[in-house]
């Protein structure tokens, strides 16, 4: 299972945050003209202000906190807002043109709530799909998506951690693996399993969202860097990680990979990789 965050430093860091905006915020309105706000008036106002923000982010800092506290709450959670989040459909073309050379029996890491299936729809290069997913809360999405896009190919789907896959070595054509390894608990171990299960030739398909370098961009490094006890918790144990550099070391592959900025109005998930690696034939 993946590891639970700190809750009390997720609540720390959102006390902090209450400290931080509110702070602004008086700064701010004091700095309002007396013309528009008598001194009365704007003390009135910033205090009103001040409640109604702080029950805001007090509200937030309790529902991270039991978030922070459950595993099951966290990934019944994710499921959810996972399958929100993908049907803004941001990435497809994207994600779609990576994914149009898939072929033969397919094994997708973290397929979460199905979204790749939009792309597999109209392949008939794909002769058997094998997911594997450690988050159950998943099942109903992913069986939906999956009989929206009318998928006829055979599908199976083994309900586990990618480091603790069981499968016969070289037994898989095509690897699929998108917005996964931010969340493993061992990025080295899921992408030797990835390895072990391609057939010589066969190929790996990547697409992550990675952490900035510091020297290109020290203030989205840091505001990531703030940010990630958050998304360990909303986002069910991801970070942000170098993961282009994981990728990069894998042995007996060539590799082909970009970074580029995702069309998202999110800064902090712009920066992405993506790419595939494809299997020496003679290791």
């Given at each position: ?26 700064l ?33 800092a ?5 978030l922070?506290?459950?595993?099951a ?11 929100k989040?993908?049907k ?9 043109d ?53 998928i ?17 070595p ?7 693996a998108?917005?996964v390894?931010?969340s ?5 171990q ?10 010589p030739?066969?190929?790996?398909y ?10 290109s ?10 940010l ?26 060539n590799?082909?990979?970009k ?25």
């Amino acid at each position: 299972s993946l590891t639970a965050p700190c809750p009390c430093c997720v609540l720390q860091t959102s006390l902090i945050i209450v400290i931080i905006t509110l702070s602004i915020l008086y700064l701010i309105i004091s700095s309002i003209k007396t013309k528009y706000f008598d001194g009365k008036k704007k003390n009135i106002f910033l205090g009103l202000l001040s409640i109604v923000i702080t029950l805001l982010i007090t509200g937030l800092a309790i529902f991270l906190g039991v978030l922070g506290s459950s595993q099951a709450m966290r990934s019944r959670w994710f499921a959810y807002f996972c399958m929100k989040l993908t049907k803004s459909k941001s990435l497809d073309v994207i994600t779609c043109d990576l994914l149009k050379n898939v072929h033969g029996r397919v094994l997708e890491i973290g397929p979460g709530p199905g979204a790749n299936f939009r792309c597999f729809a109209n392949n008939n290069k794909i002769t058997e799909w094998v997911g594997v997913e450690p988050n159950e809360y998943f099942k109903e999405y992913l069986y939906n998506e999956k009989a929206n896009r009318n998928i006829t190919f055979p599908t199976s789907i083994v309900w586990m951690n990618g480091e603790n896959l069981d499968i016969d070595p070289q037994s898989f054509d095509s690897v699929v693996a998108t917005h996964v390894l931010c969340s493993v608990n061992d990025v080295n171990q899921v992408l030797h399993q990835i390895k072990r299960a391609l057939k010589p030739g066969g190929v790996y398909y990547f697409l992550e969202h990675v952490i900035v370098e510091e020297s290109s961009n020290k203030y989205l490094y840091y505001y990531q860097k703030f940010l990630e006890p958050f998304l360990k918790v909303v986002a069910n144990g991801c970070k942000f990680l170098p993961l282009g550099n994981y990728i990069q070391d894998l042995k007996d592959f060539n590799i082909s990979m970009k970074s580029f900025d995702a069309p998202t109005g999110l800064s902090f998930i712009k920066p992405h990789i993506s790419g595939y690696a494809i299997k020496n034939e003679i290791e």
